[in-house]
């Protein structure tokens, strides 16, 4: 088993490859290749931060190139032709656009915390050899179910993801839920730390539309109220005026073939 670092071990990948790749096809490649012997708690984000990291920081010196949203291909490997087509998509800053959501859990049970001193724990695969990562300190949008059924759906800005659950063991959703989901904005480091942003008012303003969005399309009989950041204006649906026409043709010929039968 190798050691590498995660660029040096994305290097290997692309090299061993020879074309474009996307970054989760690489970080398979590496976990496959057992190219590290720790791959963290989630991989995946850690190899999309190192190839924008390197791009960000080092420009044309970086062994990197962006094809697209997404993939890369080592830039010793390009040809001019490919360069001339692909100039536009590799800007020399890259945007963290890959994903919104970092991190989520699904169905998490409510009765496998203490919720005395509760934590979030989750580990990406179910190995003792991975250290759970602790979720305690994400933002983001949470659903509380009872069973499969969704009950609540709340968000999390200022507050810590923990501290908002922990308040519906006691609140008049406490008899009514027994798992939670949650989808977290902030992103997890690969010793499964959270990694804060700087910019935490497009985030909040992302937080907040989500929770709208689906408090509107889901309606929870626990949310009494409409998503308070829905401010759009709310457009009707109008028949299509071939649809109304067409049923009046077929009244019309119903009443025809009536009078036709009467006679």
Known sequence: MSNLAWKD???KVLEDSGEQMHYVDITQKIIELRLRDDFGATPQNSVNREIRKSINNEGNNSPFFRVDSG?????????SEFTSKKKTNNSSKVDDDESII???????????????????????ELNDKVKASNFDLQRGIYVLHDGRIVVYIGRTTTDRLITRLKEHIADRHAGRWNRFSWFGLLDVSEKGEIIDEENSTVINAIIKAA??????????PGNRKQGDFLKGKEYLQVIDPEIEKKQQEKLLKKMLDSLGNNH
């Open 9 to 11: 071990a994305i290097v």
């Open 71 to 79: 993939e890369y291909i080592l830039r010793k490997l390009l040809t």
């Open 102 to 124: 970092k991190a989520y859990g699904m169905y998490w049970d409510r009765y496998a915390i203490d919720w005395k001193d509760p934590h979030l724990l989750g580990k990406p």
């Open 211 to 220: 929770e709208a969005l689906l408090i509107e399309v889901i309606e929870p």
